[in-house]
């Protein structure tokens, strides 16, 4: 390697642990080493943008626009407080009923966004009944991330995933991935049962209330509600004719997102584009010109040609190497730096013998996505659950997530393996 390539690594090391330090915001972080990388001559400008992946951002950027006019609605409101009715305001049910209805939503809109909608409605009823939120938080931040890891729009690690193998289409993550995810959401369900059963008993008197609750005052805007879940239709039809059509993904996420802001007038624009979280645009576009410099220097061909030489090149080692890389990894680590730079080292592999890279694929996307369960900082959508939490008094400790999450972690990730290896590899 050489001086440049020790430049690329000494400035993403750098970057990389400031980011997991938290001590500047990370979508700063990320963007002053996608600047360094150009201002030393890593890459020329040209390349970082050529690394910019504009799909990926694209299909954030729609889904984020539709899910926030779609959330003015008060349809996910509506959606919980539903659920809290049809079980009777019983507490267990209640729990599941939400449990089911955040994996469901993780999988269609994404976990980070799930997360946000349900967590104000889920700690309202959680003060109705009078028990203790940690129980609902924690199992929803679970269920968030599973559901997630079902879809190509789910979760940020399998946007990029997709986006960057075209053969790995919204079907191809739906046949591949959300047969494993059933399998341990129904693993899932009775473990939570088992370990928050006790705290989360209540009364007649305060279940009954929950039964007053009117779900149909919670949908603000019937007429915008309307045109919403018509445009989300077509958009998740168009995410499965994506490839037969000759679209890609973004483009598809993109015509969703300005048909319903042709449907719903100008005055919704601006709301619009606030919806979109920036910050983790450009945290993103930081990202991509950082591994550029490993890509074009030479770096990840290297770390790519050591993983085959430790497993020597094998498809069920390989698998596993990746699996519980990326799941531990993911647990302490942010997983979208670690899936950004996971994806070229992949891609070098078939250039280095391995000739069936599909379970690879599949491997990094189980393991990034279910890892972040592992620990309170393993995804994004663990501190945002932590953070409205500590808000309204209810804080969640590393330690005490640490205690349920990891061991149903590494459950998720034993499943994983037996699956990748009765399915692609036997």
């Given at each position: 390697?050489?001086?440049?390539?020790?430049?690329?690594?000494?400035?993403?090391?750098?970057?990389?642990?400031?980011?997991?330090s938290?001590?500047?915001?990370?979508?700063i972080?990320?963007?002053?080493?996608?600047?360094?990388?150009?201002?030393?001559?890593?890459v020329?400008?040209?390349?970082?943008?050529?690394?910019?992946?504009?799909?990926?951002?694209?299909l954030?950027?729609?889904?984020?626009?539709?899910?926030?006019?779609?959330?003015?609605?008060?349809?996910?409101?509506?959606?919980?407080v539903?659920?809290?009715?049809?079980?009777?305001g019983?507490?267990?049910?209640?729990?599941i009923?939400?449990?089911?209805i955040?994996?469901?939503?993780?999988?269609?809109?994404?976990n980070?966004?799930?997360v946000?909608?349900?967590?104000?409605?889920?700690l309202s009823?959680?003060r109705?009944?009078?028990?203790n939120?940690?129980?609902?938080?924690?199992?929803?931040?679970?269920?968030?991330?599973?559901?997630?890891?079902?879809?190509?729009?789910?979760d940020?690690?399998n946007?990029?995933?997709?986006?960057?193998?075209?053969?790995?289409?919204?079907?191809?993550?739906?046949?591949?991935?959300?047969?494993?995810?059933?399998?341990i959401?129904?693993a899932?369900?009775?473990l939570?049962?088992?370990?928050?059963?006790?705290?989360?008993?209540?009364?007649p008197?305060l279940?009954?209330?929950?039964?007053?609750?009117?779900?149909?005052?919670?949908?603000?805007?019937?007429?915008?509600?309307?045109?919403?879940?018509?445009?989300l239709?077509?958009?998740?039809?168009?995410?499965?004719l994506?490839?037969s059509?000759?679209?890609?993904?973004?483009?598809?996420?993109?015509?969703?997102?300005?048909?319903?802001?042709l449907?719903?007038?100008?005055?919704?624009?601006?709301?619009?584009?606030?919806?979109?979280?920036?910050?983790?645009?450009?945290?993103?576009?930081?990202?991509f010109?950082?591994?550029s410099?490993?890509v074009?220097?030479?770096?990840?061909n290297?770390?790519?040609?050591?993983?085959?030489?430790?497993?020597?090149?094998?498809?069920?080692?390989t698998?596993?190497?990746?699996?519980?890389?990326?799941?531990?990894?993911?647990?302490?680590?942010?997983?979208?730096?670690?899936?950004?730079?996971?994806?070229?080292?992949?891609?070098?592999?078939g250039?280095?013998?391995v000739?069936?890279?599909?379970?690879l694929?599949?491997?990094?996307?189980?393991g990034?996505c279910?890892?972040?369960?592992?620990?309170?900082?393993?995804?994004?959508?663990n501190?945002?659950v932590?953070?409205?939490?500590?808000k309204e008094?209810?804080?969640i400790?590393?330690?005490?997530?640490l205690?349920?999450?990891f061991?149903?972690?590494?459950?998720?990730?034993?499943?994983s393996?037996?699956?990748?290896?009765?399915?692609?590899?036997?």
């Amino acid at each position: 390697m050489g001086l440049q390539a020790y430049w690329a690594i000494g400035i993403f090391l750098v970057i990389y642990a400031i980011i997991i330090s938290e001590k500047i915001h990370r979508t700063i972080i990320a963007m002053i080493g996608a600047v360094l990388m150009v201002v030393f001559g890593i890459v020329s400008q040209e390349t970082a943008l050529h690394h910019i992946d504009f799909n990926t951002l694209g299909l954030l950027i729609g889904m984020m626009i539709m899910v926030g006019i779609t959330a003015e609605t008060g349809l996910f409101k509506y959606i919980a407080v539903k659920a809290a009715k049809l079980a009777k305001g019983q507490p267990r049910r209640i729990l599941i009923a939400l449990v089911i209805i955040t994996a469901v939503c993780s999988a269609f809109l994404d976990n980070v966004t799930t997360v946000l909608l349900m967590v104000p409605v889920t700690l309202s009823i959680t003060r109705q009944l009078r028990v203790n939120p940690f129980p609902f938080l924690f199992t929803q931040i679970i269920a968030s991330n599973v559901g997630g890891t079902a879809t190509l729009i789910g979760d940020p690690p399998n946007i990029m995933i997709g986006s960057a193998v075209k053969e790995l289409t919204f079907m191809a993550f739906i046949t591949n991935l959300t047969p494993i995810v059933i399998i341990i959401m129904l693993a899932y369900i009775p473990l939570f049962l088992v370990l928050f059963g006790k705290q989360i008993k209540s009364t007649p008197e305060l279940q009954q209330s929950i039964m007053e609750m009117d779900e149909t005052a919670m949908l603000t805007d019937r007429k915008l509600l309307w045109k919403c879940l018509a445009v989300l239709a077509l958009t998740i039809i168009g995410f499965f004719l994506h490839q037969s059509l000759h679209l890609e993904s973004a483009t598809v996420a993109l015509c969703g997102a300005f048909l319903l802001l042709l449907l719903t007038g100008e005055h919704m624009l601006e709301h619009a584009f606030a919806s979109i979280e920036w910050p983790t645009i450009f945290f993103f576009v930081g990202l991509f010109v950082l591994v550029s410099g490993l890509v074009e220097t030479g770096v990840i061909n290297q770390l790519a040609e050591q993983a085959i030489k430790l497993t020597g090149g094998n498809e069920f080692a390989t698998s596993m190497l990746i699996l519980w890389l990326s799941a531990i990894a993911s647990a302490f680590l942010d997983n979208i730096p670690f899936v950004a730079t996971m994806i070229p080292m992949i891609q070098e592999m078939g250039t280095m013998g391995v000739s069936n890279l599909e379970p690879l694929w599949w491997s990094l996307a189980l393991g990034a996505c279910l890892g972040g369960n592992g620990t309170l900082i393993g995804a994004s959508a663990n501190l945002i659950v932590a953070g409205l939490a500590g808000k309204e008094g209810y804080p969640i400790s590393f330690i005490k997530y640490l205690k349920y999450g990891f061991p149903l972690m590494l459950l998720s990730i034993v499943l994983s393996s037996l699956y990748i290896y009765f399915r692609y590899l036997m």
